[in-house]
């Protein structure tokens, strides 16, 4: 008897989509469960808008039900990315299940946890004008 691979779809796909909001600042908006396989999905599309070193992202996980250890993992490494290149991230709109996997990792300083992009946007905003950099 042959074994064949089987390859099942992914039952909740995750829904990537970025836009540049202001230039060096990007929103990600996520949508779906962000589970293993997506989660390496959301890396591949991350890594070429981490490229350019933007000086911010905002990942908005309004749309996010769930997260696996696996995708807080790539959070957690684009925190880091973006920091070692003078850059920060946000995150907006965390469902109460996904915001308490945050709390448990305490992977997250408290300012860049968002209510709702706008208040992200909001506080992009005045770091830039600090920083001379607003419009």
């Known amino acids: 008897m042959i074994a064949e691979e089987v390859r099942l779809p992914n039952p ?16 990600v908006a996520l949508e779906g ?14 890594a070429p808008l981490l490229a350019g070193s933007p000086r911010a992202v905002q990942l908005n996980m309004s749309g996010v039900s769930y997260i696996s250890s696996r995708g807080l993992a790539v959070v957690i ?10 850059g920060k991230l946000a995150l907006s709109g965390l469902q109460p299940p996904v915001r308490k996997v ?15 992009p706008d208040e992200a946007d909001r506080y992009f905003d005045a770091i830039q004008r600090k920083a001379g950099g607003g419009e």
């Open 102 to 116: 945050f709390e448990i990792a305490a992977a997250l300083p408290e300012e860049s946890v968002f209510a709702s």
């Open 12 to 27: 909740t796909p995750l829904r990537i989509q970025s836009r540049e909001v202001r230039a060096g600042t990007f929103e």
């Open 33 to 46: 469960r962000l589970d293993a396989l997506a989660a390496d999905r959301l890396e591949l599309a991350l």
């Open 77 to 86: 490494s684009t925190i880091k990315h973006l920091r070692s290149h003078g």
